[in-house]
């Protein structure tokens, strides 16, 4: 029997835009392919993707899981929470290119995973990549950068570069 190529097809072309957007963005966007997360000693857990880009004042963290079909499981909400329960990882997108249930999407949402389709998440990494452009890259901010009302509480003696990044 032959097997439908329909998931990997998907889940290739996400891999394609978040590839896109770590190379348009070389040192700050790092795309992560099947991480593994060892759970415990004898658990691990593959997610498809790991998204980690640079803003000025975080390093965003987001964890992907892609699926093409016209009914979600429960599979893949309990993979998400397991790993929330397990790691320090908190942020996830599901990127669905068939009709998933409403009652599925907001179950989804209900564990605070974001859900798109495959055009929401080109969106979504559209903005990014504007974020990314407009901002520049974290090392480079100077008191000059700030409006002159929130340099005032900054300490005379530190400078925004001082100041490490928050890791979400």
């Known amino acids: 029997m032959i097997g439908n ?51 000025l004042f975080e390093e965003a963290r987001y964890i992907i899981e892609c699926q093409n079909r016209e009914k979600t499981d429960s599979a893949l909400a309990h993979k998400i929470r397991h790993i929330k329960a397990f790691t320090r990882k908190n942020r996830f997108i599901f990127v669905y290119g068939g009709s998933p249930t409403e009652w599925n999407l907001a179950a989804y949402k209900n564990d605070g995973i974001l859900t798109m389709s495959i055009a929401e998440f080109s969106l979504f990494v559209g903005r990014i990549s504007i974020q990314l452009h407009r901002s520049g890259h974290p090392d480079e901010v100077s008191v000059e950068d700030f409006d002159p009302e929130l340099a005032l509480f900054l300490e005379d003696d530190v400078s925004p570069s001082d100041y490490e990044r928050k890791i979400s």
């Open 5 to 55: 190529n329909k998931g990997p097809e998907f889940e290739s072309r996400v891999g394609e835009i978040l590839n896109t957007l770590e190379r348009i963005h070389p040192g700050s966007v790092r795309v992560f392919t099947k991480p593994l997360y060892k759970l415990r000693e004898d658990e691990e857990i593959i997610p498809d993707f790991e998204l980690h880009f640079d803003l």
